[in-house]
């Protein structure tokens, strides 16, 4: 099987077994992540092939909505991959990017790098900044039915992998625990540039939100 009809199927798998996500973590936060994963690998001259399987089974099972399981998404797309003959060594490398793409806080460390995992774990981390992570942090609170903002509730930014999969806080505080903290956690040039970019929207957005919070504007 010829690497497209791998990719294609794969695109199939994918739109199939996110059918009624939640909409922050849906097939369309996959095209997204697999789209910009396209456009970063290109400048960076990565393994496109492992760039797009990776993008595609990223999320395949977040373990967000498996009682944070983590061990599910990277079987789940190591067993679809089997069944279309993938050699080893690709399932293997994609079963590490699944691994070790997530923020988990942002207090852990990485215990494992490739090039291809710079590409796509960058690609993710920028679906969660600007608009569309502003759009995807307040859906996300709304599913959860947490509150939009209690300035009684402080950040906590020393969350552990363990806390932050437990946190509950209002979905303004996550701009500060996770989103506020990824333009300097991105791997690749590409990757920082349109970070910072991103970075500037929210934070204009921020302003505002306080602003018409305490009826100021």
Do not use: C
Not at 3 to 10: A, C, G, N, S
Not at 50 to 79: M, Q, R, W, Y
Not at 85 to 100: A, E, L
Request: proline fraction near 3%; hydrophobic fraction near 35%.
């Amino acid at each position: 099987m010829n690497k497209d009809t791998i990719i294609t199927k794969t695109e199939a798998f994918v739109k199939t077994t996110l059918a009624g996500a939640e909409g922050g973590h849906d097939w369309w936060h996959v095209y997204r992540v697999w789209q910009m994963a396209k456009h970063i690998a290109r400048k960076e001259k990565a393994d496109m092939f492992i760039v797009e399987l990776g993008a595609l089974l990223h999320d395949i099972a977040d373990s967000k909505f498996h009682n944070g399981d983590e061990k599910i998404g990277p079987e789940k797309a190591a067993t679809f991959l089997e069944g279309l003959s993938v050699p080893s060594q690709v399932i293997g490398h994609i079963v590490n990017i699944i691994k070790h793409i997530s923020f988990r806080g942002g207090n852990h460390t990485q215990g494992f790098y490739s090039p291809e995992l710079a590409v796509v774990q960058d690609a993710d981390r920028l679906d969660a900044m600007g608009a569309i992570g502003i759009a995807r942090a307040f859906n996300y609170g709304g599913y959860k039915n947490r509150e939009l903002h209690n300035p009684a509730l402080k950040p906590d930014l020393q969350m552990t992998n363990a806390t932050y999969k437990k946190n509950t806080g209002p979905t303004i505080n996550h701009f500060y625990e996770k989103l506020l903290r990824l333009k300097d956690r991105m791997n690749t040039p590409t990757g920082k540039t349109i970070a910072k970019q991103r970075h500037r929207y929210m934070e204009g957005f921020l302003q505002h939100f306080f602003n018409e919070w305490e009826g100021k504007a």
